[in-house]
């Protein structure tokens, strides 16, 4: 039911219930005073000593003079007020199953648009709220209402109409759910079918099957699959009442056939004008849809089906009335996984909707940065299987930074690929086929081996539901190992047309980008068949398309983690000497000499197997690997334990250096000093706008750090 329950402030009323012998009265409170007049008995605590002699008695029941009994039920707190609790079955779920127990009267006293019925005597056709002040009036004058209190507390109220519910007796149509509710708890406990990741949630699952009652599948809506059962409506004065007889049946003509064996020819049939909930007509669509109560060639191919993917909220609604539909109708389960996904939250980690207005629409986000770029941006912020995330959101700007870094990354790999094509001489990746494992170089062996071992750990993820950690090694592998580094380390074999090795940088370079862009498929689903289709140059009428292409598979015979943490050494060893050029201001432009220092011999080889990269990449000119540092004055920095020194004899003028060094220190130390003299008076962190405050504190941590990188750099010299 979509209701939303809201705490408000109501009155709670105390009257007196007369014992029909005279010899006293029972006090009981309610905060719907208009729903006594359907009272049909009054429960006590077995328990509760106060009453014991009480119990089987009977009262007299006020402004309507009807008697009703006093019974013993578990389900009275003797804690709760006098103990003493009205029943009223209509009206009420918890008293409608009292009522059942003990064999009440089911009195409804109101119509379906809130006024009561002819069974309110002297309050007919009254408002329930004008009722409610008019009997609380007609107790007090009465002389049977003890006390009014102030009382907050809960009311259901239509999600919809935004009024309070009002619970009612009707008509309905039901399914006995325990053969269902049995059978599909016979698959799990017996063939843990299906399975549900994460595995928490079986116990919900199992939990809600366990404690199914009758399911009520009559909703009265305008739409929706109309009940199969028609009324003999030409026994009962054309009307449908509670006594019309009826028949069930697949159509008309077989009702017709049916009632006419019944009632004779001259009969009048209606349909029942009650359509089916939405949530039976739902259970039958796993099978419904491919063409069953038929045996068709879809429903062999694809039911069963391997994973139904859906939010925690309809696992009761919808996962378990497909599991006993499909169990009553096909004998078996669905489906053999269900993927339970978390909630996208809001930047407050809330839950986004209507009431708080607190949504984010994907179509501004879309719009802004790419609807691949959101996609990936929800995907990869999944921190394990069901997991909720929180999507970073500005809402003065309409900018989110997570959507903005997928925009990011797909921006790399549509720059990355032009430059591929663009070095692949007009051929695809199929005309130039797979590298020979024999011509491979170093580096390429290297790509090849970090690829497949991509391959591995992604295709691990998907089959385990670790779709965030998929997307993750997806960008460390493409932005990183690919665009970073594999692309910067062939360029040279790419532009040098005569080297023999530049057909092997092309076909690597083809094989791993079309590798990528299937692995990234379901992540980026519209840049990746964009970019492969061109890659691969298909015709518009090709119907070969990504899409249905196969998902890539590791080849573990280019796997070897070994050699992948070599060749991070060569890696770290350019990226230090990188940054030591920057810390000493060279130009980028201006070669350098180096010296790189391990007294490990397995370095010293590993090093000197790629000393081309470390050239190539570094700006390199003279390259000297050894085992002891020579005595001069260098700048130094450690990767691992290879010493990584760039001599400072003609490479730069220390004392300008140091010159220009100081000066830089000097204007940041004022800048710290002004910026903490701002955040130090509270008259400009109390008044200045919360923004201006902050774009000072953030001014002072960027100067701060600024200050320690360049005492570090002087510290060098």
């Known amino acids: 039911v979509e209701t939303e329950s809201k705490e408000v402030d109501g009155h709670l009323w105390h009257f007196r219930y007369p014992l029909s012998d005279g010899s006293g009265y029972m006090e009981v409170a309610t905060t719907r005073p208009e729903t006594m007049l359907g009272d049909t008995g009054v429960a006590v605590n077995p328990n509760d000593e106060r009453y014991q002699d009480m119990i089987g008695k009977t009262l007299t029941l006020p402004i309507m003079n009807r008697e009703i009994p006093i019974v013993a039920d578990e389900l009275v707190d003797p804690e709760f007020g006098t103990g003493c609790v009205k029943v009223t079955p209509a009206h009420d779920p918890n008293d409608f199953e009292m009522g059942k127990r003990h064999d009440l009267p089911f009195i409804n006293i109101m119509n379906k648009d809130g006024t009561l019925n002819e069974n309110a005597g002297e309050f007919v056709g009254q408002d329930r709220f004008v009722a409610r002040k008019n009997v609380v009036q007609r107790l007090k004058d009465d002389g049977v209402l003890v006390k009014t209190e102030e009382y907050r507390h809960a009311v259901p109220y239509s999600d919809r109409g935004k009024v309070p519910i009002e619970p009612l007796l009707s008509t309905q149509w039901f399914v006995k759910i325990r053969p269902l509710a049995d059978r599909a708890l016979d698959f799990l406990d017996k063939h843990d079918d299906p399975v549900f990741v994460p595995e928490r949630w079986t116990k919900v699952y199992r939990d809600w099957l366990v404690a199914l009652k009758d399911w009520c599948i009559s909703r009265q809506l305008w739409w929706g699959h109309q009940i199969p059962a028609w009324y003999v409506v030409s026994e009962t004065g054309g009307e449908i009442t ?4 009826f028949v069930v049946a697949e159509d008309t003509e077989a009702a017709q056939e049916m009632a006419e064996e019944q009632f004779g020819d001259d009969i009048e049939l209606m349909q029942d004008p009650d359509v089916l909930d939405t949530w039976f007509s739902s259970g039958l669509w796993p099978f419904s849809t491919m063409g069953w ?9 694809y039911y069963p089906t391997t994973t ?35 909630l ?9 909707s209507k009431s708080k207005g607190n949504g984010i629409d994907p179509l501004i986000l879309m719009d802004k940065y790419g609807t691949d770029a959101l996609r990936y941006a929800l995907v990869r912020e ?23 870094a997928a925009r990011n990354f797909t921006n790399k790999i549509w720059n990355a690929s ?30 090849l081996s970090r690829f497949h071992q991509t391959v591995q750990r992604v295709c691990k993820y998907v089959d385990t ?8 090694e997806l960008y460390e592998f493409t932005w990183r190992d690919f665009c970073d580094w594999y692309i910067e380390l062939v360029k040279s074999r790419l532009f040098d047309q005569e080297n023999p090795g530049r057909i092997v940088a092309q076909q690597t370079l083809a094989y791993v980008l079309d590798g990528i862009l299937k692995l990234l498929h379901p992540f980026m689903p519209h840049i990746t068949e964009e970019v492969w289709q061109t890659l691969n140059q298909s015709e518009p009428d090709d119907e070969w398309v990504l899409a249905i292409a196969a998902y890539p598979k590791p080849d573990d015979a280019l796997i070897s983690p070994k050699l992948e943490q070599q060749f991070d050494l060569l890696i770290d060893a350019i990226r230090t000497i990188r940054n030591l050029r920057a810390e000493a201001g060279v130009k980028p432009s201006l070669k350098v000499t180096t010296i790189l220092q391990s007294e490990n011999e397995q370095e010293r080889q590993i090093l000197t197997s790629g000393d081309i990269y470390i050239k190539d990449l570094a700006k390199v000119e003279n390259l000297t690997i050894t085992d002891t540092a020579p005595e001069q004055k260098m700048f130094a920095g450690v990767t691992g334990t290879v010493q990584v020194l760039l001599p400072l004899e003609g490479l730069v003028d220390v004392d300008a250096l140091r010159t220009k060094l100081e000066k830089d ?14 955040l130090n008076n509270p008259k400009f962190v109390d008044k200045a706008p919360e923004d201006v405050v902050q774009g000072a504190r953030d001014a002072l941590a960027e100067a701060e750090k600024q200050a320690e990188i360049l005492k570090s750099r002087l510290d060098q010299l």
């Open 665 to 678: 220190l000097g204007k940041v130390e004022g800048e710290i000093k002004s910026l903490q003299g701002r």
């Open 465 to 472: 539901f670790g779709m965030g950690e998929a997307a993750k």
């Open 344 to 352: 996208v939250r809001d930047e407050n980690s809330q839950k986004m």
């Open 308 to 342: 139904l993917v859906t939010g925690f909220d309809i696992i009761f609604f919808w996962v378990a009335r497909m599991t006993m539909m499909a169990g009553e109708f096909t004998g078996q389960m669905p489906f053999s996984t269900v993927y339970i996904h978390g």
């Open 242 to 245: 509670d006594s019309t007889p």
């Open 382 to 404: 999944v921190a394990g299987a069901g997991q909720d995330i929180r999507l970073a959101y500005n809402r003065k700007t309409d900018e989110s930074e997570s959507v903005e």
């Open 418 to 447: 032009r430059f591929v094509m663009m070095n692949l001489d007009g051929q695809t990746p199929e005309s130039l086929g797979v590298p020979d494992v024999e011509n491979l170089e170093l580096c390429d062996r290297w790509i």
């Open 293 to 301: 109560p038929d045996k068709t060639k879809d429903l062999a191919t």
